[in-house]
C-alpha cells in the first residue's frame, strides 16, 4: 500500500493530466498543511487533556477543604438545571 503523501501526488497528477510539475507543488503543499494542522490538533489536545486534569484536581482539593459548600454548590447548581429544563419543557 502507497503512502498517503505518495498516492496524493498520483491522483493529483492524474487531475492535472499534463501539467504534472504543477500537480506535485498543489499535492506538497496540501501536504505539508495537512501533517501542520494534523500537528496542531494534536498538540491542543495534549493540552486539553492536561488542563481538564488539573481542573479535576484542584475540584477534588476544593471539595475536601469544603464539603459542606461544596455539597450545597452542587445541590444549588441541581435544583437550578432542573428548573430551567423544566420551563423549557412546559413552555
Known amino acids: 500500500m502507497k503512502p498517503a503523501k505518495s498516492a ?24 505539508s498543511a495537512m501533517a501542520e494542522g494534523a500537528k496542531a490538533v494534536r498538540t491542543a489536545a ?9 481542573v479535576v484536581t484542584l475540584t477534588g482539593r476544593q471539595i475536601r477543604r469544603k464539603p459542606v459548600v461544596a455539597t450545597l454548590t452542587a445541590i444549588g447548581a441541581g435544583f437550578l438545571i432542573g428548573f430551567l429544563i423544566g420551563r423549557k419543557t412546559r413552555g
Open 8 to 31: 496524493m501526488l498520483d491522483k493529483t497528477a492524474d487531475v492535472f493530466g499534463d501539467s504534472a510539475d504543477i500537480a506535485k507543488d498543489v499535492a506538497k503543499t496540501t501536504a
Open 46 to 54: 495534549v493540552r486539553a487533556y492536561g488542563a481538564a486534569g488539573d
